[in-house]
């Protein structure tokens, strides 16, 4: 008898342990965790391209495998302080750099008798824009499906710059040479070597609210939409040009504005995204 009362004794002392252990946690049958708990860390990656690589996979599109970044790429990260409290950060990379070619005649081989000589000129246009944002997140949810909201405030900063080379050159017998003119780079005699815009500094603060679903442990897809106020203020850029003068070329360095003199800017700010989250 004592036997049986000992044993019905640690079945329910284990019971009780057991119920402790899973109070307001979601568990897989193997006793795993799907949720984040406190002290986990979170990454998340942009789910675009993976939902267009699986969406390609029913029509006749041609499908490569996905690829992240093209130019922007955005690490996210966050840290649990408990299961519904997590403070959250990432970084944006924008860059973007692209170049025209266009074909003109070689003025001096054409000169020298050679009608079918070529060279060509060339505009290359590049910019670069971090940003740094961080924000507390709280969730709340059923199950595996889980809705987050919060805000965050970020800063960024921002240049640019476009560049120009030119096949045929100034001199004292071509004072007028054969150019292409891509955007009003060339003009009276006189063409843009290259031009910076004003270093731009900003900064937002938005609201976020989301919703993930775990589809695995620790795993999950999640989409995000986020407004907010931001502002920018651009400093003078610097545009310098060249032209031929009697009996040289002289180089021309004047400042310029983007923003009548840097005045700063606001403007309402709207995001949006669908993202693969992962938590360890």
Known sequence: M?????????VVAGSIAFAQKNDGALLTKNGHAILPEAGDYGLSVDASPILKYMGNMFNTSTNNA????????TIRGKYFLSEKIAIRASLVLNLASSTQKYTIGDDAAITAGDANARTFDSYTQSGTNIGLNFGYEFRRGY???QGFYGAEIGIAISSGKDAYKYGNSFSSTNTNPTTHNFNGNYYGGTRTLKSTN???????????????????????FGGELS?????????????????????????????????????????????????LNFYF
């Open 198 to 220: 004003g270093v731009g500094f900003g900064g937002v603060v938005s609201g976020f609210v989301g919703v993930e679903y775990f589809f695995a442990p620790k795993m999950s």
């Open 2 to 10: 004592k036997k049986i009362i000992f044993a019905a004794a640690m």
């Open 143 to 145: 199950r595996r499906l």
């Open 66 to 73: 996905p690829t992240f970044g093209s130019g922007s790429y």
């Open 227 to 275: 407004l907010g106020l931001s502002a920018e203020t651009v400093g003078a850029g610097k545009t310098t040009t060249e032209k031929w003068d009697n009996s040289s070329v002289v180089e021309t360095t004047l400042k310029s504005y983007n923003k009548a003199g840097g005045d700063i800017s606001f403007a309402v700010a709207p995001q949006g995204g669908i993202f």
